[in-house]
Nanobody
């Protein structure tokens, strides 16, 4: 059974940083797409970043390029999202997801989700 557990959310002021972690278990970690999504109140869930664990290829939404970095620690089966220069519009619930997809930004192509971790950025 695939399980994803996120951690690292919190409240920061604009310009601050947070690092989210997603610990994965129960599947072949070496051949999967791991994505980070976020959802603000009243808005649709949107893809933020993804990494293909076998190749290490990374992808980002335009809104976070240059500020967020996704990385992995294969030994720990953990994916990280380092978020710098945070803005109030980055506020939302952040979810980690796992799936076998070539379209990393499409949430409906992921079949396992974590419980989410809240990120709040104040101005």
């Amino acid at each position: 059974q695939v399980q994803l557990v996120e951690s690292g959310g919190g409240s920061v002021q604009a310009g601050g940083s947070l690092r989210l972690s997603c610990a994965a278990s129960g599947y072949t970690y070496s051949s999967i797409c791991m994505g980070w999504f976020r959802q603000a109140p009243g808005k649709e869930r949107e893809g933020v970043a993804a990494i293909y664990t076998s190749s290490g290829s990374t992808f980002y939404a335009d809104s976070v390029k240059g500020r967020f970095t996704i990385s992995q620690d294969n030994a720990k089966n953990t994916v990280y999202l380092q978020m710098n220069s945070l803005k109030p519009e980055d506020t939302g619930m952040y979810y980690c997801a796992a799936g076998w997809t070539g379209s990393w930004w499409k949430s409906n192509e992921y079949n396992r989700w974590g419980q989410g971790t809240q990120v709040t950025v104040s101005s």
